[in-house]
T-cell receptor, first 111, second 113 residues
């Protein structure tokens, strides 16, 4: 069945780059997504990438997709305290674009 | 523009009491609607989803039920709450055939005491 896996925690120093990784099992994924959840809030879509793309960049965010290895990553450049959150990876496969979710990676920023 | 409203933001209920959480979407029609539960700020557990009025799919058998009385209204209910129903409940929507991902409500923090 479908499965999306992420590390539970990532700790980085303020100003460094953060790289959050995600692996998925279903090669028929069409779109892959990164969401951010700040404490006590709902999830906010950060970015998404179509499965025929290798990379997508948006300001401090870079998404890399290795379709062969079924590996997705989110790089946050110059990590700030406001980036502290849980980051969820998700994939969609069918025409309804229903999402399969990873368990979320909690990004911890050290001063 | 499209918006999603979810209320209340926080709720403290005694064990055995009923529950009703409401979610409404504006600015779109015939959305897919979802109820998720999140325990202790961790992963998302899909509880129910709906692709149309009166159409509810349950992912996890439990003490909760969902209804969709109108196209853009999704209600999560329980007749008698259990302690294990405590958590953060999130409503979300997306449109069939659109790849923009889900839009989430701001969530309801439910504490059963």
């Amino acid at each position: 069945g479908e499965d999306v896996e992420q590390s539970l925690f990532l700790s980085v120093r303020e100003g460094d780059s953060s790289v959050i990784n995600c692996t998925y099992t279903d090669s028929s994924s069409t779109y892959l997504y990164w969401y951010k959840q700040e404490p006590g809030a709902g999830l906010q879509l950060l970015t998404y990438i179509f499965s025929n793309m290798d990379m997508k960049q948006d300001q401090r965010l870079t998404v890399l997709l290795n379709k062969k290895d079924k590996h997705l990553s989110l790089r946050i450049a110059d990590t700030q305290t406001g980036d502290s959150a849980i980051y969820f990876c998700a994939e969609s496969m069918d025409s309804n674009y229903q999402l399969i979710w990873g368990a979320g990676t909690k990004l911890i920023i050290k001063p | 523009s499209q918006t999603i409203h979810q209320w209340p933001a926080t709720l403290v209920q005694p064990v055995g009491s009923p529950l009703s959480l409401e979610c409404t979407v504006e600015g779109t029609s015939n959305p897919n609607l979802y109820w998720y539960r999140q325990a202790a700020g961790r992963g998302l557990q899909l509880l129910f989803y709906s692709v149309g009025i009166g159409q509810i799919s349950s992912e996890v058998p439990q003490n909760l039920s969902a209804s969709r009385p109108q196209d853009r209204q999704f209600i999560l209910s329980s007749k008698k709450l259990l302690l294990s129903d405590s958590g953060f409940y999130l409503c979300a929507w997306n449109n069939i055939g659109e790849y923009y991902g889900y839009t989430f409500g701001s969530g309801t923090r439910l504490t059963v005491v």
